[in-house]
């Protein structure tokens, strides 16, 4: 029974999670598209009797669309980043000046801290990742091989109770992160009607400032994000 439950839980975890960020962006679309762009309902068969029914359908589509989009996104900026790295250890004999070494050195942290796989590599260093790899080394023969998602996932399974935790802070920082997503995506799009000469969103006062709110909200989310994220990888590890 408990079995049950917890697959559920997962399963209504796992719904919401995809629900969310896809009815956030048909939110913002009725919104901000503009008026010539909107598609009329009146085609093939009544959509009114079934408005309700397609709008969660949609949403839940739309959210795997931006989950797609998300894990692109991250891709991206982790080409980015290590092409970044490229040039300045490329050009590091170049820096010789105390100042300019104390930008470059505040330049490489902001860009480690925004790299997806470099906090796993930090947390495999910390004297709690060792100390789990230490305890569970004569039960689990190849656990020095494992990477961090797969030991904490078995440590998951060794106390069920940390689980709604964890679920919390996961939910926290894929929210945080598909915003953000769908913030870009709108910016992108008003960047590209900007370029061609398109109307595609809707432009003038009052949705200038939304558009430059969401530029600033992008890496706030992205702090937010990283916030998150760790408690969810930590809280396993810290209650062995």
């Known amino acids: 029974m408990d079995n049950i439950i ?3 839980k997962e399963f209504i975890w796992e719904i919401v999670g995809f629900l969310v960020p896809g009815l956030f962006l048909i939110i913002l679309s009725n919104f901000l598209i503009s008026t010539e762009n909107q598609i009329k309902n009146n085609f093939l068969f009544d959509w009114d009797a079934f ?23 991250v891709y991206i900026q982790d080409k980015i980043i290590d092409y970044l ?12 000046d ?3 070494k104390k930008i470059i050195k505040f330049i490489y942290r902001f860009l480690y801290i925004r790299h997806s796989s470099y906090w796993h590599k930090d947390f495999q260093k910390s004297e709690l990742y ?19 998602n797969e030991v904490r996932n078995i440590l998951m399974t060794k106390n069920d109770k940390q689980s709604q ?7 926290r ?13 709108i910016i992108v799009t008003l960047f590209v009607q900007g370029i061609f000469n398109i109307s595609l969103l809707k432009v003038g006062k009052p949705y200038n400032y939304i558009y430059f709110i969401m530029i ?6 992205g702090n937010s994000k990283r916030f998150f994220f760790p408690k969810a990888i930590r809280v396993p590890f810290s209650n062995i």
């Open 216 to 221: 600033i909200l992008i890496p706030l989310l």
């Open 98 to 100: 105390y100042v300019n």
């Open 130 to 148: 060792k100390a789990v790899l230490q305890k569970y080394r004569s039960e689990i023969s190849n656990i020095d091989s494992m990477n961090v």
């Open 173 to 185: 920082s894929s929210m945080f992160d598909h915003i953000s997503t769908v913030f870009i995506l």
């Open 51 to 73: 408005e309700h029914s397609l709008i969660i359908i949609q949403g839940y589509i739309f959210g795997y669309i931006i989950y797609s989009l998300t894990k692109y996104k």
């Open 165 to 171: 935790v964890i679920y919390t802070f996961i939910f």
């Open 6 to 8: 917890q697959s559920l």
């Open 85 to 96: 790295f490229y040039i300045a250890k490329s050009n590091k004999n170049m820096i010789n």
